[in-house]
T-cell receptor
Framework: EAGVAQSPRYKIIEKRQSVAFWCNPI?????LYWYQQILGQGPKLLIQ????????DSQLPKDRFSAERLKGVDSTLKIQPAKLEDSAVYLC???????????FGPGTRLLVL | GDSVTQMEGPVTLSEEAFLTINCTYT??????LFWYVQYPGEGLQLLLK?????DKGSNKGFEATYRKETTSFHLEKGSVQVSDSAVYFC???????????FGKGTRLSVIA
């Protein structure tokens, strides 16, 4: 069974630039999550989708971060403009439902200079 | 709010040593508890889980028991191997439509 796919794996940008990350969840998984993992910390939820609707985006910095999940499958997370403190690994996870086990992708490592 | 506290790392052990990584939690309601592992260069993988009090999760020689009375979910392994070197995260999820809340992670290094 194919796992959660993410791209790119690494990205280096300068502050104030924009960047986008892509996630393809496991086939059939209705719930999709984006987490931010800053070095030395555990992952922190940014946004949770159920199919193509947003369930929880309370910790998403909406002035600069946006995410969408068109057609309830793939998802993109965008940062515009980026700040130095956005340097982190961005993890995508999916699950069959909100109460089911989450499966994580390899992450996208972002460095903002 | 809900939170997870796990022991600070890094932890360095010799091969075949006994491992304990402590994890305690604070949560409203009755959470499910998880241990995730992150091997170098890889994504998070579910190691084991327990969904109710006194349940024991186990996988790959690792075990953790859900202790409601002490709000703990300590990870143990009787004999670690070099291949167990990774970062271990304790996490919880409360009932309903809520995501995982993670601890800060504990880095384990096993030397031959």
């Amino acid at each position: 069974e194919a796992g959660v796919a993410q791209s790119p794996r690494y990205k280096i940008i300068e502050k104030r630039q924009s960047v986008a990350f892509w996630c393809n969840p496991i086939s059939g998984h209705a719930t999709l999550y984006w987490y931010q993992q800053i070095l030395g910390q555990g992952p922190k939820l940014l946004i949770q989708f159920q199919n193509n609707g947003v369930v929880d985006d309370s910790q998403l910095p909406k002035d600069r971060f946006s995410a969408e999940r068109l057609k309830g499958v793939d998802s993109t997370l965008k940062i515009q403009p980026a700040k130095l403190e956005d340097s982190a690994v961005y993890l995508c996870a999916s699950s069959l439902g909100a109460k089911e086990t989450q499966y994580f992708g390899p992450g996208t490592r972002l460095l903002v200079l | 709010g809900d939170s997870v506290t796990q022991m600070e790392g890094p932890v360095t052990l010799s091969e075949e040593a006994f491992l304990t990584i402590n994890c305690t939690y604070t949560a409203t309601g009755y959470p499910s508890l998880f241990w995730y592992v992150q091997y170098p260069g890889e994504g998070l993988q579910l190691l084991l889980k327990a969904t109710k009090a006194d349940d024991k999760g186990s996988n790959k020689g690792f075990e953790a028991t859900y202790r409601k009375e002490t709000t703990s979910f300590h990870l143990e392994k009787g004999s670690v191997q070099v291949s167990d070197s990774a970062v271990y995260f304790c996490a919880l999820s409360t009932s309903g439509n809520t995501p995982l809340v993670f601890g800060k992670g504990t880095r384990l290094s096993v030397i031959a």
